[in-house]
């Protein structure tokens, strides 16, 4: 998203990079973004990193004769793919694109075209492609047209100012360059012919020994600016000099060391203590509700503010920081309240209401909230303690303005701001009284009740009559009316938990199951929202369905159309009409511009991404409000402010057979080429969108292989086994955090080499030389056909046999894995399918487990592919030997195996599992002098045996194996079907 506000930096909140390389970067002197959009950082600690928002690279090699990383100072990417590394200790490392091993320039204190020193400070390049090198100990200057030959600045003149100068930094602006010196700021003319020194003024009070020291010169906003230890200072034409911006009394001018661009006239402002922003129109300096200075214990030393409006923080042994900017899009609605009630409202909010009053109604946990129309106070009616509601469900009125509450304990009314429970309908249907999970009052006071486990009561009070309707829910174990919608013929529609969606056309007209098409994915639903009197919009835990009654068609909207979840848990239409879907991590919005969904977060201002089923309101004003299991939420978007950019795909990572070769296929490789016999290719991609990047999600297929999508996940990354010669083309499509997708898909050749014996015109003369061979036998055949027609009856019953035995054996190796002798892939799917129907039928559970060994790479790596392939086999072996004869296993690819365990629900499949790892600790690799201890982790499933679909028991096994991995490896994680 792109802000059109300036951004403070109150806006942003600052986090350190979870990625471990990047977490131990000590100091970080430089950041910029390529025109992939690479984040790279010049580190102290490893170098040069490139990061994409989730894993860094180190980018440059190990000093080999140090034995230790690289030291860089600065970096500078060119246009053309060129790389300049400034380091501390090695001095300029030049990289030209495509290229992986570097020119190093020589040192020579005496040589007008060597370096006098290792110690790089700053590099630059300037509107006519020159290359600016500043040292410690002088300026150097290189030439587009031979950049292999350096020329040291003034080498000849050591009265010049400039001569073995230390250089902090360099600009341009239409004037000419402008240097940051030890001792002033100097102009040079672009033909290099005059040259103009600046000292600082006031530097009275600046620490002597760097009183006209200045870390940092920048051209912003048509006005040179420079940092310097005594403060900012701006260029002033009138009268040639430097000027320092004025600090109030309560802030001591900041010891400078970079500036930036920020946005709207504001301007970043690096110091030994901190970040600082003033605004470079009318020069003052930004006061923030903390104060001036953001990040107070921080010594920042470099800026960079990319195209997304994201702040990175380069400091000195701290690292980096990464600024989020904060489009608060969404209020909590505790901050409006009074600190008596606040604690009440940022609970779980279950129900919200407005009623015609104009008074606001929450349902919080153990309490009822309600905020009064004329004076805005809150107050609290307390319901666990006087009442025993543990929950309330719904909150509505009658025709003449009564309040109705929905709860566990009943049906309830509010008369003079207390509660009064109603049995009235209970008696009148001789049913005890129940919890009530739904109730809706139609326009001729007629209530219809969402009874648990019972059906749905429908009270008529007028005619003292009630009665129970859809009674077929008590046939199933905890079935529910989740809710009750109606569409504008005046048709009803119930949806349940376990039974599907109910209409009734008319009032005390028979009930009747609509037939959606999706019946055999979803069985129940957790909302309904009319949409006129054709759509009906249904939520359900496996995405949001469109059905159209009068075609009867349905349409599914999941992830890949931009919803943050598969569990909808409920819907509503605001005051413009926009749709709003409510999930279990966080909220999304139908965008007519981008024909997709929207999602929200933790950044846009939500206190949590739990949203509560039927929590909604939409009030008479248009005020919009929705719950939370931290308490209600107001909906404040703006669309103006918003501006969804598609975010980009890149290549990060390409593997062949273990060898690391990103530096080779980097960002936008147009093919991958593969030797013929090459065992494994890994590509890792990222998708360029640092807002949230732990949610952005990819999908990829590989067309000559499969034309079918996997599903939409956080791995990025695709893995290939011995693919078969030919060509083939990689599709990725990902999305990010805000649901937002990729224009098109990335897409990438791979060309998998054929052998010598492949050649068209080999086989052609094999098979013409095989016909006339044929030819020939068949003339000798039929001479002795009649006598030797029993012995070839013979041989073609024997040769048949043989041939029927061949098939077998060549269906077992298509569905087996060579290595392991296992399932393959294709081979588990086509058992665990048929297994399920089995256990569907015999109402017996199943349970999937996914298992990663850990740490296999290092295996691979340390010992060896041969050794890894051993390791795979033992510990299928070991599989094997745990496994019962009906368990069925498989190797999913890599180092993944997979299990499907019948007659196992969740608990049992854990336990074998815990089983299986105890035994894989007691059993370590052994063979030859290699003794290895290895463990796995294992996501487990357990889901009903009428979730057909293979995807969605991979993915959630999957998503636990993922958290096991996060949480520390070796371990058994349960899937989180409630999600």
């Not at 509107?127 to 950049?147: D, M």
């Not at 250089?167 to 003319?189: K, M, Q, V, Y």
């Amino acid at each position: 998203m792109l802000f059109s506000v300036a951004l403070q930096a109150s806006h942003y909140t600052f986090s350190s990079p979870s990625d471990p390389l990047s977490a131990r970067q000590s100091s970080v002197y430089h950041i910029a973004q390529d025109s992939a959009g690479f984040i790279w950082f010049a580190s102290d600690t490893d170098g040069l990193l490139r990061y994409d928002g989730l894993t860094s690279i180190n980018w440059l090699e190990p000093d080999v004769r140090r034995g230790s990383r690289k030291n860089t100072n600065n970096f500078l990417l060119t246009a053309k793919g060129d790389l300049w590394v400034a380091s501390w200790r090695e001095g300029l490392l030049y990289y030209p694109h495509n290229q992986d091993m570097p020119f190093v320039f020589p040192i020579k204190p005496n040589d007008p075209h060597a370096l006098s020193t290792p110690r790089i400070q700053t590099l630059f390049q300037d509107s006519q492609q020159r290359i600016w090198v500043g040292t410690i100990a002088g300026l150097y200057v290189i030439y587009p047209e031979n950049p292999l030959v350096l020329h040291r600045y003034a080498f000849d003149e050591p009265t010049h100012p400039l001569f073995e100068q230390r250089i902090w930094g360099i600009a341009e602006s239409p004037t000419g360059l402008w240097f940051a010196t030890s001792n002033g700021l100097f102009l040079l003319d672009p033909q290099h012919n005059q040259y103009q020194q600046f000292f600082l003024p006031d530097t009275e009070h600046a620490i002597s020994e760097r009183a006209q020291e200045v870390r940092t010169v920048e051209f912003i906003d048509h006005t040179v600016w420079a940092g310097a230890a005594n403060g900012v200072f701006v260029f002033e034409t009138a009268c040639m000099c430097f000027v320092r911006i004025a600090a109030p009394d309560n802030l001591p001018q900041p010891r400078v060391n970079a500036l930036h661009r920020g946005t709207n006239h504001a301007l970043w402002v690096g110091a030994f203590d901190g970040l600082y922003q003033l605004n470079s129109q009318t020069r003052q300096w930004t006061l923030f509700s903390l104060g001036y200075n953001t990040l107070p214990d921080v010594d920042i030393r470099s800026i960079y503010l990319d195209s997304a409006d994201q702040l990175w923080l380069g400091s000195r042994e701290q690292g980096f920081f990464i600024g989020t900017p904060q489009y608060k899009g969404f209020i909590p609605l505790v901050h409006t309240m009074p600190a008596t009630v606040a604690s009440l409202g940022e609970r779980l909010i279950s129900a919200i209401y407005h009623d015609k009053q104009g008074r606001m109604w929450l349902a919080a946990q153990n309490n009822l909230l309600y905020r009064d129309a004329n004076t805005e106070d809150w107050h609290a009616i307390e319901l666990r303690k006087q009442f025993g509601i543990r929950k309330v469900f719904r909150i509505t009125a009658d025709p003449t303005g009564q309040l109705w509450l929905a709860t566990d304990r009943g049906l309830y009314q509010l008369q003079q701001n207390t509660l009064v429970a109603v049995n009235t309908p209970f008696d009148l249907a001789n049913m005890h009284v129940g919890g009530v999970t739904e109730l809706y009052i139609s326009d001729a006071g007629h209530f219809y009740l969402g009874v648990w486990q019972q059906g749905l009561l429908v009270w008529q009070p007028e005619l003292q009559h009630a009665q129970l309707e859809l009674a077929q829910l008590k046939e199933t174990n905890g079935d529910q009316i989740y809710q009750l919608g109606k569409s504008t013929d005046g048709s009803t529609f119930a949806v349940t938990r376990y039974s599907g969606v109910f209409s009734q056309p008319q009032p005390n007209a028979p009930w009747q199951r609509l037939q959606i098409n999706n019946q055999n994915a979803v069985d129940g639903y957790t909302c309904v929202l009319p949409e006129g009197d054709q759509i009906l919009w249904l939520c359900s835990e496996f995405g949001l369905w469109r059905y159209d009654r009068a075609t009867q068609r349905v349409s599914q909207y999941a992830i890949e159309q931009g919803l943050p979840s598969l569990f909808i848990s409920g819907a509503f239409f605001d005051h413009s009409q926009q749709l709003w879907i409510m999930t279990n991590n966080g909220i999304a919005r139908f965008d007519q511009s981008l024909q997709r969904f929207v999602s929200y977060g933790k950044h846009d201002g939500l206190p949590n991404l739990t949203t509560q089923q039927k929590s909604y309101s939409v009030g008479p004003a248009g005020e919009v409000l929705f719950g939370t299991a931290a308490g209600a939420v107001l909906i404040a978007i703006h669309p103006e402010y918003e501006n969804f950019q598609a975010p980009r795909l890149v290549i990060a990572k390409v593997v062949i057979d273990g060898t690391d070769q990103t530096k080779t296929y980097q960002a936008y490789p147009e093919t991958i080429e593969l030797p013929y016999g090459y065992r494994e290719l890994v590509i890792g991609y990222a998708l360029v969108d640092y807002r949230d990047p732990a949610l952005n999600t990819t999908r990829s297929r590989l067309l000559g292989f499969s034309d079918r999508w996997s599903p939409y996940d956080k791995s990025h990354e695709a893995r290939y086994s011995n693919l078969a010669p030919g060509r083939y083309v990689l599709e990725i499509e990902g999305q990010n955090s805000r649901g937002v997708g990729t224009e098109r898909p990335l897409r990438i050749n791979i060309v998998v080499n054929a052998p010598w014996w492949y050649a068209s015109w080999l086989w052609f003369m094999i098979i013409l030389l095989g016909l006339m061979l044929v030819l020939v036998f068949m003339r000798v055949q039929q001479n002795r056909l009649k006598n030797r027609n029993k012995r070839l009856q013979k041989l073609v019953q024997e040769r048949t046999s043989e041939l029927e035995a061949l098939t077998v054996k060549l269906k077992d190796r298509a569905d087996h894995d060579v290595l392991t002798g296992l399932y393959n892939r294709g081979g588990f799917v086509e058992q665990f399918e048929q297994s399920l129907t089995h256990a569907r039928m015999r109402h017996y559970p199943m349970s999937m487990v996914l298992i990663d060994i850990d740490h296999f790479k290092q295996i691979n790596d340390q010992y060896g592919h041969n050794i890894g392939d051993s390791v795979l086999q033992h510990f299928s072996s070991l599989i094997a030997s745990q496994a019962k004869k009906t368990d069925i296993i498989g190797r999913w690819g890599g180092e993944e195996f997979i299990m499907a365990l019948p007659h196992a629900d969740a608990q049992a499949a854990k336990a074998f599992c815990d089983t299986l790892l105890n035994t894989l600790k007691a059993s370590p690799f052994t063979q030859a002098e290699h003794h290895i201890a290895y463990s796995a982790t294992f996501g487990v499933v357990c889901l009903p045996t009428t979730t057909w679909l293979v995807d969605t028991w991979v993915k959630l096994a999957d998503d636990a194996l993922y958290r096991g991995k996060h949480q520390g490896r070796a371990q058994v994680v349960l899937a989180d079907t409630q999600a």
